[in-house]
Every structure is written in structure tokens, then in C-alpha cells.
């Protein structure tokens, strides 16, 4: 414990006056240090390579554009920078998009008229699949299926995915992503880890509730030292839509999608209209949506020290003694759209307690219109400094409302439909492809 935290934390330790709270924290920008020195000057490290012809400066700008594409490049089978910074694949692309003389790509015979055509191919993939998040189900839906057409029809999409592929082998390529590995220091906040482990001895349960990959996540927690502390409370969006028959679901519905794109019937039929519709509910899950956060708090409720585990559990959903389970719960983030809204929505202004802490990147991101004065966080931190005080001195149980009424939010936007009641618990029920089965 360290000794900045002062006699009248000490005491309060030895209280436990939070029993019977729970308190997430958001881990990027929240938990880890939100500087991202060691990653910008590893990027332009090698980006300032003179082969490369851009400044350090526009080859980072052009690699944060990039890494807003990542989802474009999944699409093309390669890895995505977005959760993913600095892999090989997505420097290669970079090289492959810029439309500059580089020395990497002559050495491989990649002209500065082909990496023009790859940026406006890029380009135009990202606003296509971007357009697969908007709009209701069908549009989306058109918008999927719009994709998958452009894909196959431009010859550029297995050119594209080739040549990265070779390039990523490159050597100045390989060694930098693999540098990248070792060099990035991820480090926690300063003051972060005093005041979880103050808060695990007055009897909070502290847990992670973040968006992502579950391996990405976890190898994080572990840099800055605080994998044991939240061993097994660890909640990730991947794992919340990824349960027993979802990869059979996503097989199927892959197929199902490669045939209608590839039909001259523009008008999907009800099994694939009923499949996307279910794939939807699980991207709902695999993001910071309420959806989501209903899922974690269920999760937190049924079994709190192993919510982890819970969570892929798609049955928590059927349980009655969550709403004899009243919740004191907590939730400490940087994002307002993704750590305090959403928690809005479930839940209401009146439920738990929303903290913000802006000392990240997204700090100079507010909401400065009607929903922010009415329904903004109830607390908001510029520094962890003044967060750690808030924490250590205010914060009792009996600050925090509880809540009682999230199952009813859940049901309303998992799409009940998608269940069945079997033996007395509620069963992930797939549409026509699957009837008669469960999982
Ligand atoms: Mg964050």
C-alpha cells in the first residue's frame, strides 16, 4: 500500500465499508497509460525510414487513418490494427497504400501506380463496410451483401491480400512488428494500483468490463501487473458473443451470404433474413453496447467472482434470483459514448454510478448538448490523481443506487425470440437452418 494514500485511507481499509459493491473499470485509456509515447515513437521509428518518402508526422497520421480501416482489412482476411496496433499486415497495407515512391515496394516490384489504386480501393471497401453498421436490419443486410459483391468483383481484393501477405514477410517489416512486441511498455496509470487493491480490502469487487479480443485484453492486464488482482473478472466483449454453437452459427451464415452475393437474386430469402438477424444480436454483445453491459451485470450477479466465466454462459439469462439480487455497481471509464452512455441506457439515471476520467486521449471529447447536463456521468476526474481521492475518501456503499431491474432491459434487446424455454432454462434457439436444435 502506498504510503501517498495516508492514515485516513488506511483506516477505512480495515472497514470494509464496500462490501457488496462492485466496481468495473475500463481498461484502455482508463487503467493503462493513455500517452501512447512508446507506441507513437515506435511507429515513426520505423516509419521515418527515408524509403518510405513521408515525414515521421505524416506516416503516423497516415497509420492512425489506416488503423481506422482495420475492420476493411478483416474483411480482406488480414489482421486488424484497430485492437491490434502495430502488426506486420497493417504496415505492409500502409506501404502498400501510400501513394509514394517507396524503396520496400520496388524491391518488390510494387509500382506507385498500383499503390495509388490500393488506396482508392481501401478506401472504398472501409465506406462499404462501414455502411454495414448503419441503418436497420435490412439495410444492413444490402450493405453486407454490397461488400461481398465489390470484393469479388474487383480484381484488386486477392492482389491486395497477396501482396501484403508477401510484404509483411519483408524483412525491415518483420523486425519492426517484432520490435514493436518488446519495446511497447503499457503501463497503468500512476495511483491506479494502490487504490484497486485499497479497494479490494474494503470489500469491493473489482472487475474489467472492455471491448475487444480476449487475448489482447488479458496480455495488457498482465503488463501493468494486475492480473491476479482481477483474475477470473476479466469481461470482454469477444467472450460475451462467443458461446457453445456460435462458430456452427457463423459457418453457416457465412454460407448462406457467399450465395445469395453471389446470386442474381438481390432479395434475401426468410432463413438468411432470420440468421442475419441473430448475427446482429451477437454484434450487439461483441461491442460496448447495453446490450452488452447487461450481459456483464448479469454475469457479476450470478457469480461475482467468477463473472469471467459467466459470461460466455448464455443461460445467466434465465436465472430469477438476479432480481433478488439487488447490485451496487460502479463504472469508471474514459469514453462517454461507450463507458457512461450505454450504462444510461440500460439502466437509467438513476441506478449505480457513472465516473469518468478524462485524463486519456478521449479527455477533450464531451457531449456538450441537453443529454450530457441531464444524463452526463455522475462524476467526472480530469487526472486519476483527484479520481484516487474521490474513491479512497467519498465513496461508501450507501453512495451508490442499486440496481434491480436489468433483466427486463436484457430480454427487451437480446430478442427473446432467439430463446426457448427448455428444462426450465431459457436456450440460445437458432432460426429455421437449426430448428430442433439448441446449443
Ligand atoms: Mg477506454
Same mark, same amino acid.
Given at each position: 500500500?502506498?504510503? %501517498?494514500?495516508?492514515?485516513?485511507?488506511?483506516?477505512?481499509?480495515?472497514?470494509?465499508?464496500?462490501?457488496?459493491?462492485?466496481?468495473?473499470?475500463?481498461?484502455?485509456?482508463?487503467?493503462?497509460?493513455?500517452?501512447?509515447?512508446?507506441?507513437?515513437?515506435?511507429?515513426?521509428?520505423?516509419?521515418?525510414?527515408?524509403?518510405?518518402?513521408?515525414?515521421?508526422? =505524416?506516416?503516423?497520421?497516415?497509420?492512425?487513418?489506416?488503423?481506422?480501416?482495420?475492420?476493411?482489412?478483416?474483411?480482406?482476411?488480414?489482421?486488424?490494427?484497430? #485492437?491490434?496496433?502495430?502488426?506486420?499486415?497493417?504496415? $505492409?497495407?500502409?506501404?502498400?497504400?501510400?501513394?509514394?515512391?517507396?524503396?520496400?515496394?520496388?524491391?518488390?516490384?510494387?509500382?506507385?501506380?498500383?499503390?495509388?489504386?490500393?488506396?482508392?480501393?481501401?478506401?472504398?471497401?472501409?465506406?462499404?463496410?462501414?455502411?454495414?453498421?448503419?441503418?436497420? @436490419?435490412?439495410?444492413?443486410?444490402?450493405?453486407?451483401?454490397?461488400?461481398?459483391?465489390?470484393?469479388?468483383?474487383?480484381?484488386?481484393?486477392?492482389?491486395?491480400?497477396? +501482396?501484403? $501477405?508477401?510484404?509483411?514477410?519483408?524483412?525491415?517489416? %518483420?523486425?519492426?512488428?517484432?520490435?514493436?512486441?518488446?519495446?511497447?511498455?503499457?503501463?497503468?496509470?500512476?495511483?491506479?494500483?494502490?487504490?484497486?487493491?485499497?479497494?479490494?480490502?474494503?470489500?469491493?469487487?473489482?472487475?474489467?468490463?472492455? &471491448?475487444?479480443?480476449?487475448?489482447?485484453?488479458? &496480455?495488457?492486464?498482465?503488463?501493468?501487473?494486475?492480473?491476479?488482482?482481477?483474475?477470473?473478472?476479466? @469481461?470482454?466483449?469477444?467472450? /460475451?458473443?462467443?458461446?457453445?454453437?456460435?462458430?456452427?452459427?457463423?459457418?453457416?451464415? =457465412?454460407?448462406?451470404?457467399?450465395?445469395?452475393? +453471389?446470386?442474381?437474386?438481390?432479395?434475401?430469402?426468410?432463413?438468411?433474413?432470420?440468421?442475419? +438477424?441473430? #448475427?446482429?444480436?451477437? =454484434?450487439?454483445?461483441?461491442?460496448?453496447?447495453? %446490450?452488452?453491459?447487461?450481459?456483464?451485470?448479469?454475469?457479476?450477479?450470478?457469480?461475482?467472482?467468477?463473472?469471467?466465466?459467466?459470461?460466455?454462459?448464455?443461460?445467466?439469462?434465465?436465472?430469477?434470483?438476479?432480481?433478488? +439480487?439487488?447490485?451496487?455497481?460502479?463504472?469508471?471509464?474514459?469514453?462517454?459514448?461507450?463507458?457512461?452512455?450505454?450504462?444510461?441506457?440500460?439502466?437509467?439515471?438513476? %441506478?449505480?454510478?457513472?465516473?469518468?476520467?478524462?485524463?486519456?486521449?478521449?479527455?477533450?471529447? #464531451?457531449?456538450?448538448?441537453?443529454?450530457?447536463?441531464?444524463?452526463?456521468?455522475?462524476?467526472?476526474?480530469?487526472?486519476?490523481?483527484?479520481?484516487?481521492? #474521490?474513491?479512497?475518501?467519498?465513496?461508501?456503499?450507501?453512495?451508490?443506487?442499486?440496481?434491480?431491474?436489468?433483466?427486463?432491459?436484457?430480454?427487451?434487446? /437480446?430478442?427473446?425470440?432467439?430463446?426457448? @424455454?427448455?428444462?426450465?432454462?431459457?436456450?440460445?434457439?437458432?432460426?429455421?437452418?437449426?430448428?430442433?436444435?439448441?446449443?
Amino acid at each position: 500500500m502506498s504510503s %501517498a494514500l495516508g492514515p485516513k485511507l488506511r483506516a477505512k481499509a480495515r472497514d470494509a465499508d464496500l462490501c457488496g459493491v462492485v466496481i468495473a473499470f475500463d481498461l484502455d485509456n482508463t487503467l493503462l497509460d493513455p500517452s501512447g509515447l512508446a507506441y507513437r515513437n515506435t511507429v515513426t521509428e520505423f516509419l521515418d525510414h527515408p524509403g518510405l518518402g513521408l515525414s515521421a508526422e =505524416e506516416a503516423f497520421t497516415e497509420y492512425e487513418a489506416l488503423r481506422g480501416k482495420g475492420e476493411a482489412l478483416e474483411r480482406l482476411g488480414l489482421r486488424n490494427a484497430n #485492437h491490434d496496433r502495430g502488426n506486420a499486415d497493417a504496415l $505492409a497495407a500502409l506501404c502498400l497504400t501510400c501513394d509514394v515512391g517507396s524503396e520496400l515496394l520496388r524491391a518488390l516490384d510494387v509500382s506507385g501506380q498500383h499503390a495509388a489504386s490500393y488506396h482508392l480501393f481501401l478506401n472504398r471497401l472501409a465506406e462499404l463496410d462501414l455502411s454495414t453498421r448503419r441503418g436497420n @436490419l435490412e439495410e444492413r443486410l444490402e450493405a453486407e451483401l454490397a461488400v461481398r459483391r465489390f470484393c469479388a468483383a474487383d480484381g484488386r481484393s486477392a492482389d491486395f491480400r497477396g +501482396q501484403v $501477405a508477401r510484404l509483411s514477410c519483408h524483412p525491415r517489416i %518483420a523486425e519492426w512488428a517484432s520490435r514493436y512486441r518488446t519495446i511497447e511498455q503499457r503501463q497503468s496509470l500512476e495511483n491506479v494500483r494502490p487504490v484497486v487493491h485499497d479497494l479490494v480490502d474494503r470489500g469491493a469487487g473489482v472487475v474489467i468490463i472492455t &471491448e475487444g479480443k480476449v487475448a489482447t485484453q488479458e &496480455e495488457k492486464i498482465h503488463r501493468i501487473g494486475l492480473a491476479e488482482i482481477f483474475d477470473g473478472r476479466v @469481461l470482454v466483449s469477444e467472450a /460475451a458473443a462467443t458461446f457453445p454453437g456460435v462458430s456452427e452459427f457463423r459457418t453457416h451464415l =457465412e454460407k448462406r451470404l457467399q450465395e445469395c452475393a +453471389q446470386s442474381d437474386d438481390t432479395i434475401p430469402d426468410r432463413e438468411l433474413f432470420g440468421l442475419w +438477424q441473430t #448475427h446482429c444480436v451477437l =454484434e450487439t454483445w461483441n461491442r460496448k453496447t447495453p %446490450a452488452f453491459f447487461a450481459r456483464c451485470l448479469h454475469a457479476i450477479c450470478r457469480n461475482p467472482l467468477g463473472c469471467e466465466r459467466e459470461l460466455a454462459n448464455l443461460t445467466v439469462v434465465s436465472e430469477e434470483d438476479w432480481r433478488q +439480487q439487488p447490485l451496487r455497481f460502479v463504472m469508471v471509464g474514459d469514453r462517454y459514448e461507450s463507458d457512461v452512455l450505454p450504462l444510461l441506457q440500460l439502466l437509467g439515471p438513476g %441506478a449505480g454510478l457513472r465516473i469518468r476520467i478524462t485524463e486519456g486521449k478521449y479527455g477533450g471529447f #464531451h457531449r456538450d448538448d441537453d443529454l450530457l447536463r441531464d444524463q452526463g456521468p455522475d462524476l467526472t476526474f480530469n487526472t486519476w490523481a483527484s479520481l484516487a481521492r #474521490h474513491l479512497t475518501d467519498d465513496l461508501t456503499a450507501d453512495s451508490i443506487s442499486p440496481i434491480e431491474s436489468a433483466p427486463d432491459v436484457f430480454f427487451g434487446l /437480446a430478442r427473446p425470440r432467439h430463446f426457448r @424455454l427448455l428444462d426450465g432454462r431459457y436456450q440460445w434457439h437458432w432460426t429455421t437452418a437449426f430448428d430442433g436444435r439448441s446449443s
